[in-house]
């Protein structure tokens, strides 16, 4: 996190990675978040058809690498054999689309991760195998690690909570109606993460979310003035294709 004197620290969440930076949800993006010293990465995670959680954005493979379909109907080997980097630039021709698990191994402990299920409605029961790869790894103990599971889908995020009681949930809206007391209060029942973009938000939003005991990180931030008005809206953390964007000092 950065820090600077008495002002309040921001996490600073590089979203797909360094995004801006380099193609979004590779390793190339996630080791970029690592050289930028992010406090997380977030990913996005999806299932093959033959059932192997992989990192991908969009639920087909047509905007980030040189195939077509739908990430459901592709067999692990087929999303595999697709480039996922050379879509930005030549230079990261190569890019593969990661695996969950690798992501798992190569960056927990290195740097925080947050975890989206990305259309979860389209993977039945990838909320059970999410917390059982975090399980077998002992990250399901968050005073060990910085793990924190987000989505768009509400009631996936309540199972996540009864599978994985330790491991902080976040919501994801864009939606004014989802920023009454009373959708706040829902809310709190399970989640500690209120997500909203950053054009929902506004002081009397923060202070409310902090009233109901959740933290709130917006998104996404692709423009220093983005990030500045963020850091002023006192956010708890900060998802952005642009790590360097968010400079305390600008508070
Ligand atoms: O982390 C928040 C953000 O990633 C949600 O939007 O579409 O980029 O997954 P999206
Ligand atoms: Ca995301």
């Given amino acids: 996190a950065v820090s600077n004197g008495n002002l309040k620290q921001v996490d600073n969440v590089a979203h797909r990675g360094a995004a801006g930076y380099a193609p979004e949800n590779t390793i190339a993006a996630f080791d970029k978040a690592v050289e930028m010293k992010a406090d997380y990465i977030e990913i996005d995670v999806q299932r093959s058809k033959d059932g192997e959680l992989v990192i991908i954005h969009d639920t087909t493979i047509n905007r980030?690498?040189?195939g077509t379909g739908?990430?459901?109907d592709l067999t692990f080997d087929q999303l595999r054999s697709f480039d996922a980097g050379s879509w930005m630039g030549e230079q990261f021709s190569g890019e593969k689309i990661p695996a969950f698990d690798e992501i798992l191994d190569k960056y927990h402990g290195k740097?925080?991760?947050?975890?989206e299920l990305k259309a979860p409605e389209l993977?039945?029961?990838i909320e059970e195998e999410v917390a059982e790869e975090l399980k077998e790894r002992n990250l399901d103990k968050p005073q060990n690690e910085k793990i924190i599971i987000q989505s768009f889908h509400f009631d996936s995020m309540k199972k996540i909570n009864s599978l994985l009681p330790?491991?902080?949930v976040g919501v994801l809206t864009s939606s004014i109606t989802d920023t009454t007391d009373e959708a706040l209060k829902e809310f709190s029942m399970y989640a500690d993460y209120f997500n909203p973009s950053y054009?929902?938000?506004t002081k009397d939003l923060v202070n409310r979310v902090h009233s109901f005991d959740m933290k709130i990180s917006s998104w996404t931030v692709r423009s220093q003035e983005a990030a500045d008005f963020l850091l002023?809206?006192?956010v708890d953390a900060i998802i952005t294709d642009y790590p360097d964007y968010v400079d305390p000092r600008n508070k």
């Avoid at 740097?111 to 975890?115: E, P, T």
Wanted: net charge positive.
């Fill in 64 to 66: 980030t690498t040189d």
């Fill in 70 to 72: 739908q990430v459901k």
């Fill in 111 to 115: 740097v925080g991760i947050l975890i």
């Fill in 123 to 125: 993977y039945p029961g």
């Fill in 166 to 168: 330790k491991v902080p």
């Fill in 199 to 201: 054009r929902i938000v």
């Fill in 232 to 234: 002023k809206m006192d």
